[in-house]
């Protein structure tokens, strides 16, 4: 069995969706009250609901997972909970605590407590210029010239410590993942690129932008999810970056959209290095696309793939455009050689 936390997260929903279309037993720890009967219609609906058991997160008592994990012979564990939005983890540092160490460590706990070999993938984001940049640089050196600083910082590192003191205790099958930006039509309309979407596809005058000149990598979220699964089969115990590799600022990704959507940025300040805000408005029609080639690939299939789906359904249906993502069956393939190695 699979045990996933960090539902209705983007991941976890992706993650769950791939599990459950595989036949593999699952369980899946919802996070908040609110979710609870949702995540059971959703499952239902979209997966082989009877391999996939769903508990709220209040039910998973100090020392829950253990017995969870004695009990259901759980092999894999993606903890893919947390709370990552740094002007939230401001506002409720304590909750934030809670979230991204005190889980963390629960689940530690009872992955070294357990008699059984458990392989762990905790997922933590990653706000530097590249991954390309944190590989050269070490995560410790390029987290110092991270773009987002604060409570989520310093709770995701208190992690990265924790699990230091876990591996020399024993735990030796557990893997840290830092994530690049890695997105799909699942992604919540707080986020970037679904709101470029919703203002440039949907025929808005207008758009303002807040640091559109900061540089990080993106990448369709199955593909990262892909990795991570697969990185975690081959080689746990040794922590990765995950990344296309390809930096875009938030004005390149603008930029893009407005090609996809046969439309033409014009910029009502100048096209500089600053970090001001930008407005950026949209009234015309470029008759023909811009050629995609080289490094672009990528961004562009998901970029296109985000502009058709996202927001076109309510968000059970969403799902189900999954499926369709670059990377979907990178993941399926990913999650069978884990399924024959170790569940």
Same mark, same amino acid.
Not at 134 to 155: D, F, L, M
Not at 247 to 263: P, T
């Given at each position: 069995m699979i045990l996933i936390t960090g539902y209705p997260g983007q991941d976890a929903q992706i993650l769950a969706l791939a599990c459950g279309s595989l036949g593999i037993e699952t369980c899946v720890i919802t996070r908040r009250e609110d979710n609870y009967t949702r995540t059971i219609s959703e499952l239902a609906r979209n997966i082989s609901a009877n391999r996939v058991h769903v508990l709220h997160s209040d039910d998973v008592e100090k020392g829950g997972i253990k017995e969870l994990i004695r009990l259901q012979g759980i092999k894999a564990i993606f903890h893919l909970a947390a709370l990552s939005n740094p002007a939230v983890c401001e506002q409720k540092p304590i909750r934030a605590y809670l979230s991204n160490v005190t889980l963390t460590e629960e689940i530690l706990n009872a992955v070294l407590e357990s008699s059984g070999n458990v %392989? +762990?993938?905790i997922a933590s984001s990653i706000y530097v210029k590249s991954t390309e940049d944190?590989?050269? $640089? =070490?995560? #410790? *050196?390029?987290?110092? #010239?991270?773009?987002? =600083? =604060?409570? /989520? +910082?310093?709770? $995701?590192?208190?992690?990265?410590?924790m699990l230091t003191i876990y591996r020399k205790a024993g735990l030796m099958a557990c893997s840290q993942f830092f994530l690049g930006n890695h997105e799909s039509s699942i992604r919540k309309n707080e986020?970037?690129?679904?709101? &470029?979407? #919703?203002?440039?596809?949907? =025929?808005e005058d207008s758009l303002e932008i807040r640091r559109p000149y900061v540089v990080r990598d993106w990448q369709d979220a199955t593909i990262t999810l892909a990795q991570m699964v697969l990185s975690l089969s081959r080689a746990a115990g040794r922590d990765f970056v995950i990344g296309s590799g390809n930096? /875009?600022?938030?004005?390149?990704?603008?930029?893009? &959209?407005?090609?996809?959507? %046969?439309?033409q940025i014009i /910029?009502?300040?100048?096209?500089? *290095?600053? #970090?001001r805000d930008v407005v /950026?408005?949209?009234?015309?029609?470029? *008759?023909?696309l811009t050629e995609i080639s080289g490094n672009d690939e990528s961004i562009i299939k998901m970029l296109v793939h985000m502009n058709l789906y996202w927001g076109k359904s309510d968000h059970t249906k969403s799902m189900r455009w999954a499926v369709q993502s670059p990377g979907w069956e990178g993941l399926l393939d990913a999650l069978r050689e884990l399924k024959v190695k170790c569940l």
């Open positions: %392989r +762990v993938a944190c590989q050269n $640089k =070490g995560i #410790e *050196e390029a987290s110092k #010239e991270s773009t987002s =600083g =604060g409570i /989520y +910082v310093i709770t $995701k590192k208190m992690c990265s410590e986020f970037i690129i679904p709101t &470029l979407i #919703e203002k440039i596809r949907d =025929g930096s /875009y600022s938030i004005a390149d990704i603008a930029n893009k &959209l407005a090609h996809i959507n %046969r439309k /910029y009502t300040k100048p096209y500089d *290095e600053s #970090e /950026y408005i949209n009234p015309s029609a470029i *008759e023909k």
